[in-house]
C-alpha cells in the first residue's frame, strides 16, 4: 500500500522524501527537541538513518511515519507516525504499530501535536483497525505524557529503556 498523505485543518501529513531531509536534521540538532529523545542532539548520519528509516518502514510494515508540515505557508512541523522497532523490551512491542512524534521547537504548545496525531490515530484505525497502539516517553517529558492522554492513549506501566525510566502508554479504539 503507497503511503498516504493527510490532510488536516492545518497541516500537511506526506510520507517523508529527500526534500524534508534539511528540515529534519535541523529539528534532531535542536537541544530543546532532543532534550527527552536521547538527551543530546542528533548527528547528519543519525538523522539520515532516521528520514531513511521514516520512509522505509511503509514498504516493509504497511505504516510509519510523515513528515508534518504547516499546509498555509509550508513550514516543517516534526514527525508522526508508526513503526515497529524491534526494542529490547518488557513488555514487548514487536508487532505493534508504536506511535511516536516529535517538533520542532518553534511549533510546541500550538496544539500542531494534537491535531497530527489525532490525524495518524483515525488513519491507523480505519486501516489496519490496530487492537492496540502504544507508545513509550520519558517519564520527565510532562508534555508529550500530556498529549497522549489528550489523543486517547492510557498508562500501561513503568520500564527502562536505553537507561532511562519510560512511562509505556496504550491506546485501545473506542468500542463500537
Given at each position: 500500500?503507497?503511503?498516504?498523505v493527510?490532510i488536516t485543518?492545518?497541516?500537511?501529513?506526506?510520507?517523508p522524501?529527500?526534500?524534508?531531509f534539511?528540515?529534519?536534521?535541523?529539528m534532531?540538532?535542536?537541544?530543546v527537541?532532543?532534550?527527552h529523545?536521547?538527551?543530546?542532539?542528533?548527528?547528519?548520519e543519525?538523522?539520515w538513518t532516521r528520514?531513511?528509516?521514516?520512509?522505509g518502514l511503509w514498504?516493509?510494515?504497511g505504516f510509519g511515519y510523515?513528515?508534518?508540515?504547516?499546509?498555509?505557508?509550508?513550514r516543517?512541523?516534526g514527525e508522526?507516525g508508526?513503526a515497529?522497532?524491534?526494542?529490547e523490551?518488557?513488555?514487548?512491542l514487536?508487532?505493534?504499530?508504536?506511535?511516536g512524534?516529535?517538533?520542532?521547537a518553534?511549533?510546541?504548545?500550538?496544539?500542531f501535536?494534537?491535531e497530527?496525531v489525532?490525524?495518524?490515530l483515525a488513519?491507523i484505525?480505519?486501516t489496519?483497525?490496530?487492537?492496540?497502539?502504544?507508545?513509550?516517553i520519558g517519564?520527565?517529558?510532562?508534555?508529550s505524557?500530556?498529549?497522549?492522554v489528550?489523543?486517547?492513549?492510557?498508562a500501561k506501566?513503568?520500564a527502562?529503556?536505553r537507561g532511562s525510566?519510560?512511562?509505556m502508554?496504550?491506546r485501545?479504539p473506542?468500542?463500537?
Amino acid at each position: 500500500m503507497p503511503a498516504p498523505v493527510l490532510i488536516t485543518a492545518r497541516l500537511t501529513l506526506a510520507p517523508p522524501t529527500l526534500a524534508d531531509f534539511e528540515d529534519s536534521r535541523t529539528m534532531w540538532a535542536d537541544p530543546v527537541v532532543t532534550r527527552h529523545l536521547g538527551g543530546r542532539p542528533f548527528t547528519d548520519e543519525e538523522s539520515w538513518t532516521r528520514l531513511l528509516r521514516a520512509r522505509g518502514l511503509w514498504d516493509v510494515m504497511g505504516f510509519g511515519y510523515w513528515a508534518v508540515r504547516e499546509t498555509s505557508t509550508g513550514r516543517y512541523v516534526g514527525e508522526v507516525g508508526f513503526a515497529d522497532l524491534r526494542r529490547e523490551l518488557e513488555p514487548s512491542l514487536d508487532g505493534l504499530p508504536e506511535m511516536g512524534w516529535v517538533l520542532t521547537a518553534w511549533s510546541h504548545g500550538q496544539g500542531f501535536g494534537t491535531e497530527a496525531v489525532r490525524a495518524g490515530l483515525a488513519w491507523i484505525d480505519e486501516t489496519l483497525a490496530p487492537d492496540v497502539v502504544p507508545c513509550i516517553i520519558g517519564v520527565e517529558n510532562a508534555a508529550s505524557i500530556a498529549l497522549a492522554v489528550k489523543t486517547g492513549f492510557r498508562a500501561k506501566t513503568h520500564a527502562t529503556y536505553r537507561g532511562s525510566p519510560i512511562l509505556m502508554m496504550e491506546r485501545r479504539p473506542d468500542p463500537a
